[in-house]
Structures are given as structure tokens and as C-alpha cells.
């Protein structure tokens, strides 16, 4: 008989609320977690995705980063930080650098 290695748990939607921990910590959560998500998504070096500030250029200057991988990159940001991202809310200006990309996805888990 095959062992089926039994799926993996969904990450816990309240792990990253604001209310559940410091501002702080919470906000160095999201900036690990949207790190992780664009080195896993785009096959990223991690020493790479490490040295990323607020000013980077994301979208436009990543080749790894084109229209199909943001829907990968904003499904996986839904997933891991337990929030919806609409359509309407998706634009260029919030992939246009990681600070930008961060500090939505900050906002998000705080709404």
C-alpha cells in the first residue's frame, strides 16, 4: 500500500492580524511573508529576495515578475496572510516597488 502524506494545514487566517500581535511583529511577519511569496513564486535566490528595501522596482523590472505571475503572487499573498484581494484593488502602483507591495499587503491584513 501507498502512503499518502496527508495535506498540508491551511495557515491560520488570524496568525497575522494586528489585533493578535504587536505592530511590530506583526508588520515583520508581513514583510517575511511577502518575501517568501515572491522568492517561491518566481524561483527568486533568497539572498537576493533578502536584499530587497521599500525602493525596489517590482513590476517592469523583474523579469520573473509578468502578468501571470502576479496572479500567482497575489493568489499566494491571499493564501498565506488569510486576506482577499479584489480586482479593483489590484494596479500597477502596488507592484511597482516591494515597499509598495509590503505596505498593501499591511493594510489588507489590518482591515
Known sequence: ???VPAPLPNPDPTRYRA?????HHAAAAIDRTVRDVLKDVLA???SR???????????????????????GVLTELEDRLG???E??????????T????????ERKVAS
Open 44 to 46: 527568486l535566490d533568497h
Open 1 to 3: 500500500m501507498i502512503a
Open 19 to 23: 489585533d493578535t500581535m504587536t505592530k
Open 49 to 71: 529576495v533578502a536584499a530587497f528595501d521599500d525602493g525596489t522596482p517590482l513590476f517592469g523590472a523583474l523579469p520573473e515578475l509578468d502578468s501571470m505571475a502576479v496572479a
Open 83 to 85: 486576506i482577499l484581494i
Open 87 to 96: 480586482d479593483d484593488e489590484v494596479d500597477g502602483e502596488m507592484l511597482e
Open 98 to 105: 516591494f515597499g509598495a507591495l509590503r505596505r498593501f499587503a
